[in-house]
T-cell receptor, first 110, second 119 residues
Framework: SQQGEEDPQALSIQEGENATMNCSYK?????LQWYRQNSGRGLVHLIL?????REKHSGRLRVTLDTSKKSSSLLITASRAADTASYFC??????????FGSGTRLQVQP | GAVVSQHPSWVICKSGTSVKIECRSL??????MFWYRQFPKQSLMLMAT?????????EQGVEKDKFLINHASLTLSTLTVTSAHPEDSSFYIC???????????????FGEGSRLTVL
């Protein structure tokens, strides 16, 4: 089952602009992860944020987590055409399967 | 990082035939693997949890007799789509859990996916 929704479902921006994707989830979590998927490919792990963290950075990525609202956002700054992909948030830990959000398809126009 | 390999990466078959997809953890042992299905422009939906040496646990709505899962070794899980039909055409992705040194620690690694097209 899907954990929650992501918005927007699709996002088209110009190179150099920032892209923000939002994710909402339903259950209590210990951490939340973001993944990237290029078309027809597997998943690439981007970043994990723990429930006691509010913000985390990795290169051009910035992730926020608001556990009171059960939501997270992924910001990609200074986007590049190579950032074109689908982005998914996911929850779950230990030996349990991850549950994915509905995803955001990002198109970065060169 | 750890590597999970899926094979084949794509397969085309005729309706009514069976197709086997392999998921291997190449440099670690995985007692637990997961199989997901992803339809175009949709998210990954968990199909089943594959445990080495025991029967797989299927998610609600997934037919266990149609999607046979075998986790015969600590590095290999297979998904067999039996009597495939066009509606089974999808992208199938596996993930393998590599345990950490401590209880409840570890990490999931994903395969590159297998695209099945049933004619």
């Amino acid at each position: 089952s899907q954990q929650g929704e992501e918005d927007p479902q699709a996002l088209s921006i110009q190179e150099g602009e920032n892209a923000t994707m939002n994710c909402s989830y339903k259950t209590s979590i210990n951490n939340l992860q973001w993944y990237r998927q290029n078309s027809g490919r597997g998943l690439v792990h981007l970043i994990l944020i723990r429930s006691n963290e509010r913000e985390k950075h990795s290169g051009r990525l910035r992730v926020t987590l608001d556990t009171s609202k059960k939501s997270s956002s992924l910001l990609i700054t200074a986007s590049r055409a190579a950032d074109t992909a689908s982005y998914f948030c996911a929850t779950g830990e230990g030996r349990r399967a991850l549950t994915f959000g509905s995803g955001t398809r990002l198109q970065v126009q060169p | 990082g750890a590597v999970v390999s899926q094979h084949p990466s794509w397969v085309i078959c005729k309706s009514g035939t069976s197709v086997k997809i392999e998921c291997r953890s190449l440099d670690f042992q995985a007692t637990t693997m997961f199989w997901y299905r992803q339809f175009p422009k949709q998210s990954l939906m968990l199909m089943a949890t594959s445990n080495e040496g025991s029967k797989a646990t299927y998610e609600q709505g997934v037919e266990k007799d149609k999607f046979l899962i075998n986790h015969a070794s600590l590095t290999l899980s297979t998904l067999t789509v039996t009597s495939a039909h066009p509606e089974d055409s999808s992208f199938y992705i596996c993930s393998a859990f590599r345990g950490g040194g401590l209880v409840n620690t570890g990490e999931l690694f994903f395969g590159e996916g297998s695209r099945l097209t049933v004619l």
